[in-house]
């Protein structure tokens, strides 16, 4: 039996738009992915400034406008779409987005060839 190329985060239905994100694991590595203009944006939870993870495990990122995440430790805000910090100690730092895709209903994460 072949390998599954993806693993399934997720139904779609699960991630609002500007609600609470989706913790999961990337090459060991913690990741989250939400919502935002109705599209799934994922990255490594981890801050710029220091990688600690942006929500402090309560899963919500975004801040109270909903157009950004905010860093629970400092108050770094990171555009959604774009993962580029415009305010905080990390300014112009940018978090690592995670390929994530979203299709039949499913939020999926590639899965490389030979795991
Ligand atoms: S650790 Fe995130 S802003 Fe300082």
Avoid: K
């Avoid at 390998?3 to 060991?28: D, H, K, Q, Y």
């Avoid at 400034?49 to 109270?64: A, K």
């Avoid at 400092?74 to 995670?98: E, K, Q």
């Amino acid at each position: 039996m072949a390998a599954p190329e993806r693993l399934s985060l997720c139904p779609s239905a699960n991630l609002v738009e500007g609600g609470p994100g989706l913790r999961f694991e990337v090459a060991g590595q913690a990741a989250f992915a939400v919502r935002y203009q109705g599209t799934v944006r994922a990255y490594l939870n981890a801050c710029r400034h220091i990688p600690v993870e942006l929500d402090l495990s309560d899963g919500r990122f975004f801040d109270l406008s909903g157009h950004y995440l905010v860093c629970s430790m400092h108050g770094a805000l990171y555009a959604a779409d774009t993962g580029v910090c415009v305010s905080g100690p990390c300014r112009g730092a940018r978090l690592m987005p995670v390929g994530v895709t979203e299709e039949d209903g499913s939020v999926w994460l590639p899965v490389p060839a030979g795991n």
